[in-house]
């Protein structure tokens, strides 16, 4: 039985559906075929296609052809599931989250260089994106981010904040702003008064490195998956499931399938 959030999660998406297509409940469940293409052209991502599909079964009584449409997108999400797992040959250096946040403060304990404290924080003290740190440029007023079509980072005395706008998903999802909490932002502060002007002075392929060498061989992939298996341990509603989805600039399919590791761990 489905549960309340869900039913509503449906309903929205049921609703917007027949908004889009300007569809009528008597449309949807004669011309199945008709509406299935408008969904193809339209959701391009076939985690959202799955989701809309997911409604027009709760609303239509399982019917057939949407339900033969589920079962082809699910065979598509298969793949999709199997090409997120983790290699066999780098499970070894998986870590329980609170392993690397302890990395972390460590570091700051031990005053290992700023730039390297930097990299630590970013990415244990906020959820951990992509490679998006690299060359992204760190500026005190908004009046500065004139021009700017990259990613930046807002370093204002109140609410200072990350901009991203050249990111993998960001042709789906759009500009996304992370706030930057007060330890992290007074890091980033003595980073740009010992004359810094980026957050990460370099390419994807040696922050990749770096973040691998500081974490004691622990990739960004394998520290993604650690903060969302740490992230589902507790039974996260809907809303929360989004919410972590827009930090880490994925979608909450994308996260289910980064928590097979720990499954396959166990």
């Excluded at 490679?131 to 807002?154: E, F, H, P, V």
């Excluded at 392929?205 to 992230?231: A, E, P, Q, V």
């Amino acid at each position: 039985m489905s549960s309340e959030s869900t039913i509503k999660s449906y309903t929205a998406k049921y609703n917007k559906l027949k908004d889009l297509g300007e569809f009528d409940d008597n449309y949807i469940n004669n011309e199945q075929l008709s509406v299935i293409k408008f969904i193809k052209s339209y959701y391009t991502n076939i985690n959202t296609q799955n989701a809309v599909v997911s409604s027009l079964l709760y609303f239509t009584d399982k019917d057939e052809v949407y339900y033969n449409y589920f079962k082809e997108l699910k065979k598509q999400i298969d793949v999709l599931k199997n090409q997120q797992k983790l290699p066999e040959n780098k499970i070894i250096n998986y870590k329980q989250w609170p392993e690397y946040v302890n990395m972390f403060n460590e570091a700051l304990k031990n005053n290992m260089p700023i730039d390297d404290l930097i990299i630590m924080a970013v990415y244990t003290l906020i959820a951990p994106v992509r490679l998006d740190y690299s060359n992204m440029i760190i500026i005190k007023d908004l009046r500065m981010a004139k021009g700017i079509d990259t990613n930046y980072c807002l370093l204002r005395k109140t609410k200072p904040v990350f901009i991203f706008r050249a990111y993998k998903t960001a042709s789906s999802k759009g500009e996304v702003i992370i706030n930057i909490p007060k330890q992290l932002a007074l890091l980033l502060e003595k980073l740009r008064l010992s004359g810094r002007k980026v957050v990460y002075d370099g390419n994807d392929n040696l922050l990749s490195k770096r973040i691998s060498h500081l974490f004691n061989g622990s990739s960004l992939n394998i520290l993604r998956h650690s903060y969302i298996d740490f992230k589902y341990k507790n039974d996260l509603s809907i809303i929360q499931k989004e919410h972590l989805a827009h930090d880490m600039m994925n979608s909450p399919f994308v996260q289910e399938q980064y928590r097979t590791i720990n499954n396959d761990k166990d």
